[in-house]
């Protein structure tokens, strides 16, 4: 339909009320939502090659899906730039 997003753009809305079982989504029931906001706690996950270590931090700004943010890494204080890969959860690609 006319204005719905494709299906992989869908990762960065949500619904604004219920939709009853075989009801039709329409862009009235949908608003863009930020998957990690200022402030909040976030899991990190540092990959390189088959290396992968996950810990926790804070996100300094607000972001959507695939947005690169600032975050806080919880165990050393140190600011990083991640990228938005879900709910609450941000990934570093090839760190160092």
């Not at 009801?23 to 608003?31: D, F, M, N």
């Not at 919880?74 to 609450?88: D, F, M």
């Amino acid at each position: 339909p006319e204005g719905i997003p494709e299906r992989n753009e869908l990762i960065n809305y949500t619904l604004t009320r219920d939709l009853p079982k075989g009801g039709v989504l329409k862009k009235t029931h949908l608003r863009k939502a930020p998957l990690v906001k200022f402030g909040e706690d976030v899991r990190i996950t540092f990959r390189r090659g088959n290396l992968e270590i996950t810990t926790l931090g804070r996100v300094l700004e607000t972001g959507f899906y695939g947005d690169t943010v600032r975050v806080r890494v919880g165990s050393t204080g140190k600011v990083i730039r991640a990228r938005v890969v879900g709910e609450g959860e941000v990934a570093v690609e090839g760190f160092y």
